[in-house]
Nanobody, 123 residues
């Protein structure tokens, strides 16, 4: 059974940092593209970042420079380092895995999803 489990969400003050982790189990995702999405209350889910198996990275334009995605294939884990957090970053963050070796920025590209972790940024 494939599972993606996010962790690291928390309440943090504006300007602070968090690192989210997503551990995958049930299969090896070494050749998959791994991504992060987020959904704020009352808003649609949006793309945050993605990383391919050769570690090419893709980011939402509005987040470039503040967020960094990385992966550890030996641990079957993907990370999202978030710096200079703002109140508008408050959302549930989801990790996902796509059966592609290319960069994937659409939710429909992803076959597997985690349950989400809450990030709240207080201003």
């Amino acid at each position: 059974q494939v599972q993606l489990v996010e962790s690291g969400g928390a309440l943090v003050q504006a300007g602070g940092s968090l690192r989210l982790s997503c551990a995958a189990s049930g299969r090896t995702f070494n050749t998959y593209t791994l991504g992060w999405f987020r959904q704020a209350p009352g808003k649609e889910r949006e793309f945050v970042a993605a990383i391919t198996w050769i570690r090419s990275t893709y980011y939402a334009d509005s987040l470039k420079g503040r967020f960094t995605i990385s992966r550890d294939n030996a641990k079957n884990t993907v990370y999202l380092q978030m710096n200079s957090l703002k109140a508008e970053d408050t959302a549930v963050y989801y990790c996902a895995a796509a059966r592609t070796t290319y960069g994937a920025t659409r939710g429909t590209d992803y076959a597997y999803w985690g349950q989400g972790t809450q990030v709240t940024v207080s201003s």
